[in-house]
């Protein structure tokens, strides 16, 4: 059971959209859609933004969104405001009752 | 409204025993449909998922850790815990519990403060 990968930093501007991968495996991500979205801001729990590839908690924005294509799944934010600053992982079931998370991705807001 | 609160020694012994308690609030832990789980953070790193707990007390647990890893849940206590066995200075992480939903796919949508665990002599 590897950790899904993903981009160690990503970066946008006020208003922008951006978009994190997640690239597991076909016995992973893509055997699954049970793929989840955290965000997570410096010394705080983990908050869940999406959940089942696309779904959102309520009281998440809009403007989170997420999809999946083979074995990568995608979050993306789009008009990025400043709070939007955070780590975001993602997870996937692996089977057999499982789970295994993506190494984390630190957005900036330029 | 359900909350998690973890709570333990904030330093254990290479070799010795970690243990963790999760105490539920706001809501009954022998409420269908939740696996109840584990989750760490080794300083400045990503989450390592470490297992969970069923309702019906069935555990599952990360190949990994499976060897040395022991999740329980006392429902009079509304409490779930986590053992640890023969830790070392890699155990060494912030501990978190979290409640994972059926009909949510079993993703992650409550977690606790999170504790630190430093594994030092």
């Known amino acids: 059971q590897s950790a899904l990968t993903q981009p160690a930093s990503v970066s946008g501007s006020p208003g922008q959209s951006i978009t994190i991968s997640c690239t597991g495996t076909?016995?992973?991500?893509?055997?699954?859609?049970?793929v989840s979205w955290y965000q997570q801001h410096p010394g705080k729990a983990p908050k869940l933004m999406i959940y089942e590839v696309s779904k959102r908690p309520s009281g998440v924005s809009n403007r989170f969104s997420g999809s999946k294509s083979g074995n990568t799944a995608s979050l993306t934010i789009s008009g990025l405001q400043a709070e939007d600053e955070a780590d975001y992982y993602c997870c996937s079931y692996a089977g057999s009752s499982t789970s295994v998370f993506g190494g984390g991705t630190k957005l900036t807001v330029l | 409204q359900v909350q998690l609160q973890e709570s333990g020694p904030g330093l254990v012994k290479p070799s010795q025993t970690l243990s963790l308690t999760c105490t539920v609030s706001?809501?009954?832990?022998?409420?269908?449909?939740?696996?109840w789980s584990w989750i760490r953070q080794h300083p400045g790193k990503g989450l390592e998922w470490i297992g969970y707990?069923?309702?019906?007390?069935?555990?599952y647990y990360n190949p990994s850790l499976k060897s040395r890893v022991t999740i329980s849940v006392d429902t009079s206590k509304n409490q779930f815990s986590l053992k640890l066995s023969s830790v070392t200075a890699a155990d060494t992480a912030v501990y978190y519990c979290?409640?994972?939903?059926?009909?949510?796919?079993?993703?992650?949508?409550?977690w606790g403060q999170g504790t630190m665990v430093t594994v030092s002599s």
């Open positions: 979290a409640r994972a939903p059926d009909d949510i796919g079993g993703a992650f949508d409550i």
């Open positions: 076909s016995s992973d991500v893509g055997s699954y859609n049970l």
């Open positions: 706001g809501g009954s832990i022998s409420s269908g449909g939740y696996y």
């Open positions: 707990i069923y309702y019906s007390g069935s555990t």
